[in-house]
């Protein structure tokens, strides 16, 4: 993502984004609400979602879909932002869920996502979590290898149950994007390598407690080009005939997620094209087909909002010091991300510009949301909007440094709503103990 670095400056960064306009006096708002009026109400730092943007980029998804005539079902990704408030806004547009742990299935279970509308995927389920997930009724286990296909079998096979299985396909396909989040190269821990999956495809047919019933794969995430997943779904479309060719039934292609969001002022990924890959390459094969979108639906949609604490100079070197940090929006110091950050204050957006490194007061140089970025005068307290963060944000948000989570709140037809409290000091170790403390 680094190399996906974008010039984009203040202007450009609104124009793109038209959930955000700029007023003389309230400044920034999104979704009609002044996000200053919200900082006001619940402080800084705080993540701050719109369910419109959410549901519109949801709808733009499937119209495409539509569009082509296919029938895929979205299973949105619990863990792009596990968030109730946000599960319950696919839910009531008929999602599904992608899931990765027992955590996140009952989640969607909380939310009131039909557990046969779940997907579980990952490459280390553990037994506990299976069983779980298998009593409850999940619809699909994405099987990652051989020996997770055993173990399933033994686990449901033990409760007399039946578990519906795809194999995850390792496509080897190389998705063009940041390399720790690639996922569908052979030298990647995920998936089955393809010439693997007629034997164990046909070895699942025979074992005791699981159905094998289709493939999936998912190549990596933040895709900008619909170049890798015309490879990596055509490799996919002939492994449904190759399988079908030996007698084996196949009803379902599990097409994963990573459709990827402009980050800049450039577009994401174009779902007119991302569909027409669809429907070019699996669209005949007589197959349900499933998608696990997470970023593309939840990222624009949601941003981090915080004020600045102070602004430093250090020679020629310049400081806005902010009071979010890496522990809460991970993704800079992680992947070297880029996110555009707005001014909250519409005088700002006219001023002068000059390079300034905007970091948090975490105490690491990791700490630092961006580079030399042309900034206005940022006296204290004055407020920013870091964009698109509504996908992994919050869900990889630690307490380190002691620094208490950050609230949410959730904009909602022209209101807003905190749906989750600034954690308290004192949260911080209410479960912690020490040992012999309270026998003297
Ligand atoms: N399905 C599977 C099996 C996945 O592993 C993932 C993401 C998704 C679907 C959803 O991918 P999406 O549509 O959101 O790209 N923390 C990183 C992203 C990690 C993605 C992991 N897997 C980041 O902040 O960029």
Request: with cysteine; proline share 6%; hydrophobic share 45%.
């Amino acid at each position: 993502m680094a190399d996906a670095t974008q010039a984009a400056g203040l202007p450009e960064l609104l124009a793109a984004r038209p959930a955000f306009s700029m007023h003389a006096q309230d400044g920034l708002c999104f979704e009609g609400v002044a996000l200053n009026a919200i900082a006001d109400a619940h402080g800084t730092p705080v993540w701050v979602y719109g369910a419109a943007s959410m549901r519109a980029r949801y709808r733009a998804l499937t119209a495409a879909l539509d569009a082509h005539g296919l029938d895929v079902h979205v299973h949105y990704a619990v863990k792009a932002n596990d968030h109730l408030a946000v599960l319950n806004i696919f839910r009531a547009l008929g999602a599904g869920a992608d899931v990765v742990s027992l955590g996140e299935f009952m989640r969607t279970q909380r939310a009131g996502i039909a557990a046969a509308d779940v997907v579980y995927s990952g490459v280390g389920k553990a037994p506990a979590e299976l069983a779980e997930a298998i009593s409850a009724g999940i619809g699909q286990i994405n099987v990652e290898s051989a020996e997770e296909l055993d173990m399933i079998s033994a686990i449901a096979g033990q409760m007399g149950r039946t578990a519906q299985v795809v194999l995850r396909m390792n496509p080897d396909v190389d998705a063009g994007t940041h390399e720790k989040i690639t996922t569908g190269l052979a030298d990647n821990k995920f998936g089955i390598a393809a010439q693997d999956i007629p034997y164990l495809y046909a070895r699942a047919a025979r074992l005791p407690g699981i159905r094998p019933v289709g493939i999936a794969l998912h190549i990596g995430s933040q895709i900008l080009s619909t170049e890798p997943y015309a490879q990596a779904y055509a490799k996919a479309a002939a492994m449904v005939c190759k399988l079908r060719d030996t007698g084996l039934e196949v009803t379902v292609l599990d097409l994963g997620g990573g459709l990827g969001i402009g980050y800049g002022d450039e577009p994401g990924m174009p779902l007119a094209a991302f569909a027409s890959t669809v429907h070019r390459e699996v669209g005949d094969l007589g197959v349900q087909l499933l998608l696990e979108p997470g970023r593309y639906l939840v990222g624009p949609a949601g941003m981090l909002l915080s004020s600045v604490i102070l602004e430093k100079r250090a020679g020629e070197r310049r400081f806005i010091v902010l009071d979010a940090a890496m522990n809460d929006l991970m993704r800079p110091a992680l992947y070297e991300a880029w996110h555009g950050i707005l001014p909250l204050g519409a005088a700002q957006m006219q001023s002068p510009l000059s390079p300034a490194d905007v970091v948090g007061p975490v105490c690491e140089s990791a700490d630092c949301f961006a580079k030399d970025r042309p900034m206005p005068p940022m006296g204290p307290g004055s407020r920013v909007a870091i964009l698109d963060a509504g996908a992994y944000g919050a869900v990889m948000s630690s307490t380190y440094n002691a620094r208490p989570r950050a609230a949410a709140v959730l904009v909602d037809d022209g209101r807003f709503q905190l749906i989750t409290p600034r954690q308290t000091i004192d949260e911080l170790w209410a479960d912690e103990v020490i040992p012999g403390a309270g026998e003297e």
